[in-house]
């Protein structure tokens, strides 16, 4: 099969052609963003850009996606600029990339697979490596026809007598296999991940969503006093990390800095990250950031709580799941119209210059933060919003337990935050802190009546 390794570092220098489409609904502005965006991401994977083309159709080609008359002017244009890779914007077809790598005569690939490159050079945790690893397969399966030019091949032996297999049989079967191999080892690793969640005690978790290169690592560093990878490209990083934030007032809260997003983000990627991406549907309140010095951030807005729809409707497990424009998204549980709350953060303020196109952003959104985890503005509002969201998902109530009942006060100790205890009248009482969320699971698992010290 066509091996998705990393090209070793002396492989020759990619020259690239970007090529785009826009059809009647797609606005050429928006196609022109498209390609500025996958401009960066090729430059990313280490590749110079000879120069792009916008394709205008009111259909796409099913042979060539193009257009024989375009492909005829690309090859003319590989020639005289010495290209020797070609990236669409969009998917291809299997068919649609063999017909068009004939008549070319260079590399042909698409922006899922652009994607996929970028994400196997930043995998650095065996966890993000082997989801990488399931993405590809997944993309390659039903490309592997166009990957051998030698169907014709048999393999036999004992067994199996007759026609036997051809090659792209057997690929196809070790395929399965291999992303059914790294399917089990990517739960055994989520059930550690699952484990040391539930040794963080209970604590409110705020994390940080956003479209990549939104500064969502530095607004980690900048409210953690952490330092995490910060960089300009885009996908720096792969794994969500997160750290424990001191507040300012009440006990503290962890802060969990997840993947970004992007136009176009590939499904079956999505789906192979679903283990990183359950921070997101665990999530006790959503800080959304989004770059509002780009002239698209709405649009990017947008994306994100489109791909937010996509995660949470697969690990929350209804319809119901799900984010509004520029809205909330649902919290996983049995209610699907309990939410999360979500505080939209637009982020990189120092580098919007105009006064009056801040005030124009800040009356647009009346409810969200303006910030610069650059500069530190907008910090102490931010992490105000997050302890108020932290002290409404709490409430405190007392739990008698019998002492001889081991099973009853360890799910207390490890559903709820002990406050204090003693006893009274023989038993054993917790005056405990507890999620909203979480009362209905600890009364039924130890067997128990919460009784509220305050209103709920």
């Given at each position: 099969?066509?091996?998705?390794?990393?090209?070793?570092?002396?492989?020759?220098?990619?020259?690239?052609?970007?090529?785009?489409?826009?059809?009647?609904?797609?606005?050429r502005e928006a196609e022109m963003e498209n390609l500025r965006e996958l401009e960066a991401l090729a430059r990313g994977a280490g590749a110079v850009i000879a120069g792009s083309t916008i394709q205008n159709r009111?259909?796409?080609?099913?042979?060539?996606?193009?257009?024989?008359?375009?492909?005829?002017?690309?090859?003319?244009?590989?020639?005289?600029?010495?290209?020797?890779?070609?990236?669409?914007?969009?998917?291809?077809?299997p068919a649609q990339a063999r017909n068009v790598e004939k008549r070319l005569g260079v590399n042909v690939i698409d922006r899922t697979e652009l994607i996929l490159d970028i994400f196997a050079r930043r995998a650095r945790t065996k966890q993000a490596k082997i989801q990488v690893e399931i993405a590809q397969l997944r993309y390659t399966l039903p490309r592997l026809r166009r990957l051998w030019e030698h169907l014709e091949r048999q393999e036999g032996g004992i067994g199996t007598r007759g026609p036997g297999e051809t090659q792209i049989e057997v690929d196809r079967r070790r395929a399965y296999d291999r992303m059914a191999s790294l399917a089990r080892e990517l739960e055994r690793i989520h059930r550690g991940v699952e484990e040391r969640r539930k040794r963080r005690g209970g604590l409110f978790n705020a994390t940080i969503v956003g479209y990549t290169n939104a500064g969502k690592s530095t607004l980690l560093n900048r409210m953690a006093g952490s330092a995490v990878l910060e960089s300009s490209r885009l996908f720096s990083t792969l794994d969500s990390t997160t750290r424990r934030v001191r507040a300012r007032s009440g006990e503290p809260f962890l802060l969990t800095d997840t993947i970004g997003f992007i136009r176009k983000l590939p499904a079956h990627l999505v789906a192979s990250f679903r283990a990183t991406l359950l921070?997101?549907?665990?999530?006790?309140?959503?800080?959304?950031?989004?770059?509002?010095?780009?002239?698209?951030?709405?649009?990017?807005?947008?994306?994100?709580?489109?791909?937010?729809?996509?995660?949470?409707?697969?690990?929350?497990?209804?319809?119901?799941?799900?984010v509004g424009r520029r809205g909330r998204a649902?919290?996983?549980?049995?209610?699907?119209?309990?939410?999360?709350?979500?505080?939209?953060?637009?982020?990189k303020t120092d580098l919007v210059e105009d006064p009056g196109k801040r005030a124009a952003i800040a009356a647009r959104h009346?409810?969200?933060?303006?910030?610069?985890?650059?500069?530190?503005?907008?910090?102490?509002?931010?992490?105000?919003?997050?302890?108020?969201?932290?002290?409404?998902?709490?409430?405190?109530a007392d739990v008698t337990v019998a002492p001889e009942d081991g099973r009853a006060i360890a799910a207390v100790e490890r559903m709820a935050r002990v406050v204090s205890r003693g006893m009274v009248d023989g038993a054993l009482v917790f005056r405990v802190r507890v999620r909203r969320r979480d009362v209905p699971a600890l009364e039924r698992d130890a067997a128990v009546r919460l009784r509220f010290s305050r209103p709920r």
């Amino acid at each position: 099969m066509r091996s998705h390794r990393v090209p070793p570092s002396k492989a020759p220098v990619e020259r690239a052609f970007l090529v785009g489409v826009t059809l009647p609904t797609v606005r050429r502005e928006a196609e022109m963003e498209n390609l500025r965006e996958l401009e960066a991401l090729a430059r990313g994977a280490g590749a110079v850009i000879a120069g792009s083309t916008i394709q205008n159709r009111t259909r796409i080609d099913g042979s060539t996606f193009i257009g024989s008359g375009k492909l005829d002017e690309l090859a003319g244009i590989i020639h005289d600029r010495d290209v020797n890779l070609v990236i669409f914007d969009d998917d291809l077809s299997p068919a649609q990339a063999r017909n068009v790598e004939k008549r070319l005569g260079v590399n042909v690939i698409d922006r899922t697979e652009l994607i996929l490159d970028i994400f196997a050079r930043r995998a650095r945790t065996k966890q993000a490596k082997i989801q990488v690893e399931i993405a590809q397969l997944r993309y390659t399966l039903p490309r592997l026809r166009r990957l051998w030019e030698h169907l014709e091949r048999q393999e036999g032996g004992i067994g199996t007598r007759g026609p036997g297999e051809t090659q792209i049989e057997v690929d196809r079967r070790r395929a399965y296999d291999r992303m059914a191999s790294l399917a089990r080892e990517l739960e055994r690793i989520h059930r550690g991940v699952e484990e040391r969640r539930k040794r963080r005690g209970g604590l409110f978790n705020a994390t940080i969503v956003g479209y990549t290169n939104a500064g969502k690592s530095t607004l980690l560093n900048r409210m953690a006093g952490s330092a995490v990878l910060e960089s300009s490209r885009l996908f720096s990083t792969l794994d969500s990390t997160t750290r424990r934030v001191r507040a300012r007032s009440g006990e503290p809260f962890l802060l969990t800095d997840t993947i970004g997003f992007i136009r176009k983000l590939p499904a079956h990627l999505v789906a192979s990250f679903r283990a990183t991406l359950l921070d997101v549907s665990e999530a006790d309140l959503l800080l959304h950031v989004a770059d509002a010095a780009s002239p698209y951030y709405e649009d990017h807005v947008d994306v994100v709580n489109g791909v937010l729809e996509s995660v949470l409707s697969k690990t929350v497990g209804g319809a119901a799941a799900g984010v509004g424009r520029r809205g909330r998204a649902a919290l996983p549980g049995d209610d699907p119209h309990v939410r999360i709350p979500t505080v939209l953060v637009l982020n990189k303020t120092d580098l919007v210059e105009d006064p009056g196109k801040r005030a124009a952003i800040a009356a647009r959104h009346p409810g969200a933060v303006l910030a610069s985890a650059a500069t530190g503005e907008g910090m102490d509002r931010l992490l105000g919003l997050v302890e108020e969201h932290r002290d409404k998902d709490f409430v405190e109530a007392d739990v008698t337990v019998a002492p001889e009942d081991g099973r009853a006060i360890a799910a207390v100790e490890r559903m709820a935050r002990v406050v204090s205890r003693g006893m009274v009248d023989g038993a054993l009482v917790f005056r405990v802190r507890v999620r909203r969320r979480d009362v209905p699971a600890l009364e039924r698992d130890a067997a128990v009546r919460l009784r509220f010290s305050r209103p709920r």
